[in-house]
């Protein structure tokens, strides 16, 4: 999510500055005039003499009554926007508690479903996993984060292999131990894990 | 051919030809692989920097605006910005220099836009639709040299993976170059296999004695 809306702005804002740079280049070099063709009337830089904000264009609209509203409206909302975006990069979604569904609780609905529902603490199921991924003989140091939802969470692991690690089965052996046990335990029906894998730096040694 | 220079390269088949055949005692067979695709940067640090400069720009202007209305002077940046600004022609040097760096601006956010990024990362393959892994080429390239390092008569090696090549130097300082050569692409390829990449990387293998003193 947060991914496509950065993509997105990013994106667009680069967009208006490849507009706004290509336009004054156009206009500087005067090329509409060279290459014989014709900006539209409202456009600001069609020759090269032409001023980059003149005073006129500045103060167009600044006697009609909408004009300061809307600048207002218009820079308060920039300045609102740019500072939920800007935290929303600083913040990470981590997820508290998950739900774990009793058996009992399949077909039911209203209070009794909720009652034989119960919370686990996502730290705990966090530190167990991570805790289960470091057993494997290939993994130094293991971390696993919840995100998402409580009732559909996700994990989001990194691994640091040691020397002489086989990253593939080790990826067999996580996805079938660790990740299943903590899917089964938590009375899950899928948990979506995206797994990253570091290595240490270590020396090159010989094994005998 | 030099007898102190050996040279091989080799590529691999693609992924479920005869190799994929003989390692699916490792891996379920059960389950098909599935390609796992890149993985994309949520592209946090340019979108921070932008969100910041904008906020930065944005508050100050409105802060501004604000005081002339409550009338007050306007700060003296904005009106020597706006005679600088109505003053410079288009064809000036300065706006022409930047003019151009706005548009490569433009040109490089737009790239960050629209490719996956995070290069370092190599996609391994997806046994399981729920499970994505991805495996850093510093990660992959200490894993390969530990192998290489295994061969009898490998001195020293240096293993460099790129996103779709593996290229290894060594200095054998025994045994003849040949041999060492065709042991140190055994033990590459079996272990470039083990990484359980998605799309199999080529291999390139240099040999060489070490440099007499």
Known sequence: MLRIVNRVVVGVIGLVLLVLGLGALVGGFDLPYRWGFSMPSWWPWRVGGDAVLSEQDRTRWTGEGWWWPVVFAVLALLVVLSLWWLLAQLRQHRLKEVLVETPGAEGETGPAAERSAALLRGRALERVLAADAEELPGVDRARAVLLGKRRRPRVRVGLTLAAHAEPGPEMVRLRTGALTRARTSAGLEELPAEVRLRSSKHRAERVS | ?213
């Open chain 2, 1 to 213: 051919m030099s007898d102190e220079h050996v040279t091989l390269e080799k590529a691999y088949p693609p992924a479920g030809g005869l190799e994929q055949s003989a390692s699916s005692a490792v891996y379920d067979p059960e389950a098909p692989a599935r390609r796992g695709g890149r993985f994309w940067s949520a592209r946090r640090v340019p979108a921070a920097v932008l969100a910041l400069l904008v906020l930065a720009a944005s508050g100050l202007l409105l802060y501004d605006v604000a005081a002339v209305h409550a009338r007050q002077q306007a700060m003296s940046w904005r009106r020597s910005l706006a005679e600088e600004l109505a003053s410079s022609r288009v064809d000036s040097v300065p706006v022409l220099a930047g003019a151009s760096f706005a548009a490569l601006l433009g040109v490089v956010l737009i790239v960050m836009a629209l490719t996956p990024g995070l290069r370092t990362v190599l996609s391994m393959r997806r046994e399981s639709p729920e499970v994505r892994a991805g495996l850093e080429r510093s990660a992959a390239e200490l894993v390969l040299r530990d192998r290489a390092m295994d061969v009898s008569g490998v001195q020293s090696v240096r293993v460099l993976v790129g996103r779709g090549k593996v290229r290894a130097r060594a200095e054998a300082h025994f045994r003849d170059l040949d041999l060492v050569r065709a042991d140190v692409d055994a033990a590459l390829d079996e272990g470039i296999r083990q990484l359980g990449l998605d799309r199999p990387l080529s291999l390139s293998v240099h040999v060489r004695r070490p440099a007499k003193r």
